[in-house]
């Protein structure tokens, strides 16, 4: 239960953090484009609202969730329909989804609080655990925000929160190559990350031929197809870690179509 509160709250700051970014905005920029392609600053807010609904709706009502999976069968576009929920709520009058934004993440906080431990929530994908979803949600509301970020010209300090999204792109590795339509490599990797305080984090056994290394932060655009991997300071040992770090990503989907090298070259890292 302390590490479950411990994630609630970074997923507080984290959420904090991209609502800072469009608090005080007039409504004449919500629909300001950002770097994702199609998607205005109301997309994004509305991406994270409609994703945190979904959450919600899986930690309260797990027969409503059920139900709520039928619309992939019936979408005549099963891998975008994320996409369309956002479009559609994205019509709402900005300070309408700011306020539905901001209720739907205080009950998920409140509700993921509540859930037993031991008990696996229904989702897209495996079920999972409320300390995975909340990681989840921490990982898309960085990624996010980040997108907010870059449309405004923001440079965000990095923060130890980071650890959870590299350990989101850690972790699904094996999915990252399985959504190219590629076998992940049986041996596992070591991956060696400088964190904003020059701690280090790490993952896999020291001895592993495959290696990937460099600073959190690069690897946590990567992995959320931020950035491009010319444009960071990740290196890879061995072929498998090397063809790793052009696929990666730690969002279950489809992948993204990332960003293009350069496209914020003259910017710094955000």
Request: charged content about 20%; aromatic content about 8%; glycine content about 8%.
């Amino acid at each position: 239960m302390a590490e479950l509160e411990a994630l609630l709250a970074d997923l507080d700051a984290e959420s904090a953090d991209a609502d800072r970014l469009v608090a005080d905005l007039p409504p004449g920029r919500w629909t300001t484009p950002t770097p994702a392609a199609g998607w205005t600053v109301a997309h994004q807010i509305a991406h994270l609202l409609w994703t945190d609904e979904r959450s919600l709706l899986a930690a309260t009502d797990a027969d409503g969730f059920g139900d709520a999976l039928q619309e992939i069968a019936t979408s005549p576009d099963p891998l975008h329909f994320v996409d369309a929920g956002a479009q559609q709520l994205a019509v709402l009058p900005p300070a309408q989804l700011l306020d539905r934004w901001r209720e739907t993440r205080a009950r998920l906080r409140v509700a993921l609080a509540a859930v037993p431990p031991g008990t696996r929530l229904p989702w897209y994908g495996p079920p999972m655990s409320a300390a995975s979803m909340a990681t989840a949600r921490i990982m898309e509301t960085w990624a996010h925000g980040q997108d907010l970020a870059d449309t405004f010209g923001v440079t965000r300090t990095p923060t130890g929160r980071l650890r959870h999204v590299a350990h989101l792109g850690v972790r699904a590795r094996d999915f990252a190559y399985a959504a190219h339509g590629l076998d992940a490599p049986p041996e596992p990797f070591h991956v060696r990350l400088t964190g904003p305080d020059a701690d280090v984090w790490t993952w896999g056994p020291d001895d592993a031929a495959q290696r990937v290394t460099g600073p959190a932060l690069d690897f946590c655009l990567l992995v959320t197809q931020r950035r491009h991997r010319a444009d960071l300071a990740l290196h890879a040992e061995g072929p498998d870690a090397d063809r790793w770090l052009d696929v990666a990503q730690a969002f279950a989907g489809p992948p993204g179509a990332g960003r293009a090298p350069g496209q914020f070259a003259g910017e710094g890292v955000a």
